[in-house]
């Protein structure tokens, strides 16, 4: 082999996706998710995948600590990862995507690129648009600073959006699976057996029967509430043991694991291409979901193993 075939040979094989750690349902592999998407471990999950949940680095206009690209470049980048994500996904599979607010530069207004990525996401992967969701966080910090805090001059930034598209108009789900506990009011009223049926003003006609029915539970609304606010967990007192930096932008696990309910069932195969401290995996094996990540900071996969401790086998830390 030629020098210049060796040197093309080894860049192969460092690209290539490194298997960093598995359980009994999941595999966490180290790369970025351009090279994944080439890989012989991707073309192994073609129209397999059940569920692509993830929340990819923000669209934001300044640099984080945790890689995000800004501006037009973090669109082009985003939009062009679709049509090889979609080719992952099963007929009838879903891709949830968290994506957060982003504020111009030195200004008290917001921008548009989030609408925008979405949108070019959604185009070149010739994806339908099944539902929004707002996932609100009572407890965060008031932001932007200077608008919130300081000039006072707009409210606290607190919730992100997250966007539910599918190549088909009719994915799997059911929200039997996520049904919520009755309120009081609620299940004073199944007690009584009585209901105030009839037309509304707004022409709506109430029938009695289907409002005393007991389906179990309630049916959720698209607005999604979780604190976020654990500060000791498997996965923090890992990452404090072995001296490792937490993810700084780690999603709340319930959000991960309403998605997991509601759109696919036990034994399904779940997929996070930007896992960071990998939440999505912690959720799917919970659920006896099967999954696979992938990362390509290595020193959050290492923080990561903090929440697979009984079953992640063992391996080396990656570097």
């Not at 696979?292 to 079953?311: L, M, T």
């Amino acid at each position: 082999m030629t020098k210049s075939g060796i040197q093309e040979d080894r860049a192969a094989r460092l690209a290539a996706p490194r298997l960093a750690f598995t359980t009994s349902r999941g595999q966490f592999f180290h790369c970025k998710m351009e090279e994944f998407l080439v890989s012989d471990e991707a073309a192994k999950l073609r129209g397999k995948v059940s569920l692509i949940f993830t929340s990819p680095p923000f669209p934001l206009n300044r640099k984080k600590r945790y890689g995000n690209l800004v501006g037009r470049k973090y669109l082009e980048w985003l939009a062009d990862l679709a049509p090889g994500l979609v080719r992952l996904l099963k007929p009838d599979g879903s891709i949830v995507m968290e994506v957060g607010n982003s504020w111009n530069p030195g200004e008290p207004t917001m921008s548009t690129l989030a609408l925008e990525s979405l949108l070019e996401f959604k185009e070149r992967g010739k994806l339908h648009l099944c539902q929004q969701f707002v996932c609100h966080n009572p407890a965060r910090l008031p932001s932007p600073a200077q608008w919130v805090n300081i000039e006072r001059i707009r409210v606290k930034d607190s919730f992100t959006q997250v966007w539910w598209l599918s190549p088909t108009k009719r994915p799997a789900a059911c929200n039997k699976r996520v049904l919520q506990e009755y309120s009081s009011a609620m299940r004073k009223l199944l007690d009584r057996g009585t209901y105030n049926a009839g037309r509304r003003p707004s022409q709506h006609h109430i029938g009695e029967e289907s409002f005393l029915r007991n389906n179990g539970g309630a049916i959720p609304s698209n607005v999604l509430t979780f604190s976020n606010t654990t500060n000791k967990d498997d996965y923090l007192t890992y990452c404090k043991r072995h001296d490792l930096e937490p993810h700084p932008a780690r999603m709340p696990i319930g959000l991960a694991d309403f998605f997991i309910r509601f759109l696919t069932s036990p034994r399904n195969l779940v997929f996070d291409p930007f896992a960071g401290s990998n939440v999505t995996g912690a959720a799917a094996e919970a659920l006896k979901r099967r999954w696979v990540a992938v990362e390509a900071k290595s020193e959050y996969i290492n923080g990561a193993r903090g929440r697979f401790q009984r079953d992640a086998k063992e391996s080396a830390d990656v570097t």
